[in-house]
């Protein structure tokens, strides 16, 4: 089993930019596939990007491609979002999640995913 934390939440301004990070303990994160959601208030969870178990494929939400970046460091068994260019319409709570999966596959719906962190407010102001 894997426990998961998020930090690097906060308050920006519109067009800044912040890292996420994902930190696992308990087992390693080259054994899941992983992946950041986000909700915002009012509205349901949503999925934001995902990488398969080899970090070899990564996918993203369509709105999101292009600002967006995730990554991850098996060193410090940590997964990352770097968020560009940020906008009012992202915040939301962020959270970062595990999958027990098959590699090659990015696991994009969140009832696929085992293992929850338990998020980090990001708030973009304008």
């Known amino acids: 089993q894997v426990q998961l934390v998020e930090s690097g939440g906060g308050l920006v301004q519109t067009g800044g930019s912040l890292r996420l990070s994902c930190v696992a303990s308990g087992r390693t994160v080259s054994a899941y596939a992983m992946g950041w959601f986000r909700q915002a208030p009012g509205k349901e969870r949503e999925f934001v990007a995902g990488?398969?178990?080899?970090?070899?494929?990564?996918d993203y939400a369509d709105s999101l491609k292009g600002r967006f970046t995730i990554s991850r460091d098996n060193v410090k068994n940590t997964m990352y979002l770097q968020m560009n260019s940020l906008k009012a319409e992202d915040t939301a709570a962020y959270y970062c999640?595990?999958?027990?999966?098959?590699?090659?596959?990015?696991?994009?719906?969140?009832?696929?995913?085992?293992?929850w962190g338990q998020g980090t407010q990001v708030t973009v102001s304008s």
């Open positions: 990488l398969s178990r080899s970090a070899f494929s990564t």
């Open positions: 999640a595990a999958a027990i999966s098959s590699d090659g596959v990015v696991v994009t719906t969140d009832n696929d995913y085992n293992y």
